[in-house]
């Protein structure tokens, strides 16, 4: 199991020492400071880095004839990725506008 210093860390995760500390001590990147100074465990920040790879941020892919419900009360999910609305309302406003 190979440790690392901070600046070692920081090159590692290439960012800026100052920057690794500040997250480290907020708990958002595992390190550990035994003594005086702060130890990394190489492994540890593989983790870190492969857990920024979250499928979450890539595009989501939607079928043509995919319809999900939206979140909101009376909306519905179109194969675009949009919303429409389905309320009655709609129709009502197109009417007296003239669309």
Same mark, same amino acid.
């Given at each position: 199991?190979?440790?690392? =210093? %901070?600046?070692?860390?920081? #090159?590692? /995760? $290439?960012?800026?020492?100052?920057? /690794?500390? $500040? ?12 003594? +005086? ?7 540890? /920040?593989? #983790?870190? /880095?492969?857990? %920024?790879? #979250?499928?979450?941020? $890539? ?5 043509? +004839? ?11 999910? =179109?194969?675009?990725?949009?919303? #429409? ?10 009417? %007296? %506008?003239?669309?």
């Amino acid at each position: 199991m190979k440790t690392l =210093t %901070l600046p070692e860390a920081a #090159a590692f /995760l $290439q960012m800026n020492p100052e920057s /690794l500390r $500040q997250r480290v001590k907020a708990g958002a990147i595992p390190g550990a400071k035994p003594g +005086k100074c702060w130890v990394f465990v190489e492994e540890d /920040l593989v #983790a870190y /880095l492969r857990s %920024l790879y #979250a499928a979450n941020r $890539q595009a989501v892919r939607v079928n043509e +004839k995919e319809v999900k419900s939206c979140h909101s009360t009376a909306e519905v999910r =179109t194969a675009s990725g949009g919303c #429409a609305s389905r309320l009655p309302m709609d129709a009502e406003y197109a009417k %007296l %506008l003239g669309l």
